[in-house]
T-cell receptor, first 113, second 119 residues
């Protein structure tokens, strides 16, 4: 089955700096890669996703890149703000009826004002 | 459009009691997934259901755990004879269907979770 590894486990940046979180996956058939943000006491919230037919996707301060050959994908947050502080999870699946979606262990991002 | 709803948000049970967790998917979604999250860990898949069908329960312990998603009403995750190790946050997610098919799309939307504490 799919195995997703996520690094780093914790990340601390100064407000305004960029943050990068990286994930690798094992199943070459995976073609859907979402990122979730989880704030304390809440459920994971989808913030961006990418499918294997594109290499990069941007949404304001958030971008995700995908390298299918190397089987890794990354989340980039620019101009970080204190409200970006949360735990971020990557995931990978083959898509549709994706009971095979597997999550990384999470990255705790702290943005210092 | 209301999001995925779960209740209760917090549940306290003594060892040996039963826990019932409920999940109402987003309107129009008929695919439901249950995950368990231990403190400081990621989400672990438990079970995938469509209306009246369990599609994949490979992540759910064989004993004491069961799930259902009836034709009417919410999906239920049931844990019998709870033990301290069952203490965790349990999240439900739902997916919409691809138009004209019975296949779910790839995107999952999560509820706020139920935090189960076993004393």
């Amino acid at each position: 089955g799919e195995n997703v590894e996520q690094h780093p486990s914790t990340l601390s940046v100064q407000e305004g700096d960029s943050a990068v979180i990286k994930c690798t996956y094992s199943d070459s058939a995976s073609n859907y890669f979402p990122w979730y943000k989880q704030e304390l006491g809440k459920g994971p919230q989808l913030i961006i996703d990418i499918r294997s037919n594109v290499g990069e996707k941007k949404d304001q301060r958030i971008a995700v890149t995908l390298n299918k050959t190397a089987k890794h994908f990354s989340l980039h947050i620019t101009e970080t703000q204190p409200e970006d502080s949360a735990v971020y999870f990557c995931a990978a699946s083959r898509g549709r009826n994706n009971n095979d979606m597997r999550f990384g262990a999470g990255t705790r991002l702290t943005v210092k004002p | 459009n209301a999001g995925v709803m779960q209740n209760p948000r917090h549940l306290v049970r003594r060892r040996g009691q039963e826990a019932r967790l409920r999940c109402s998917p987003m309107k129009g979604h008929s695919h439901v997934y249950w995950y368990r999250q231990l403190p400081e860990e990621g989400l672990k898949f438990m079970v995938y259901l469509q209306k009246e069908n369990i599609i994949d329960e490979s992540g759910m312990p064989k004993e004491r755990f069961s799930a259902e998603f009836p034709k009417e009403g919410p999906s239920i995750l049931r844990i019998q004879q709870v033990v301290r190790g069952d203490s965790a946050a349990y999240f439900c997610a739902s997916s919409p269907i691809l138009a004209g098919t019975s296949t779910s799309t790839d995107t999952q939307y999560f509820g706020p979770g139920t935090r189960l504490t076993v004393l």
